[in-house]
């Protein structure tokens, strides 16, 4: 199976910018899919932001638009979360995500998780 290993989340200000990695292994070739969710105490997981092998079907939610930007490197076999502008309503825990099917629409689920990396937004 794919593992997902999470770097780069730690203590921010608020209107800060703050850039998490993703390092898959396990296999040749990362998912498909890889996207981000996250978790703040108290609250449900909800879905960041995904996208597909080549970019042709990028996703995110309403509330980072504009300020979030996914991307990957193939051939590093790493995604990232470029976070700007954060908010403490950012705050979460923030697991990247991966799945061999392609993406049509904000997934519910994905197949690969990581552990998480925590983010915290002071304001």
């Known amino acids: 199976q794919v593992q997902l290993v999470e770097s780069g989340g730690g203590l921010v200000q608020e209107k800060g910018s703050l850039k998490l990695s993703c390092l898959a292994s396990g296999r040749r070739s990362m998912p498909y899919t890889m996207g981000w969710f996250r978790r703040a105490p108290g609250n449900e997981r909800e879905f960041v932001a995904a996208m597909d092998w080549r970019g042709g079907t990028i996703l995110y939610r309403e509330s980072v638009k504009g300020r979030f930007t996914i991307s990957r490197d193939n051939a590093k076999k790493t995604a990232y979360l470029e976070m700007d502008n954060l908010q403490p309503g950012d705050t979460a825990r923030y697991y990247c995500?991966?799945?061999?099917?392609?993406?049509?629409?904000?997934?519910?689920?994905?197949?690969?998780w990581g552990a998480g990396t925590l983010v915290t937004v002071s304001s």
């Open positions: 995500t991966g799945d061999d099917g392609s993406l049509f629409s904000v997934p519910n689920d994905m197949a690969f």
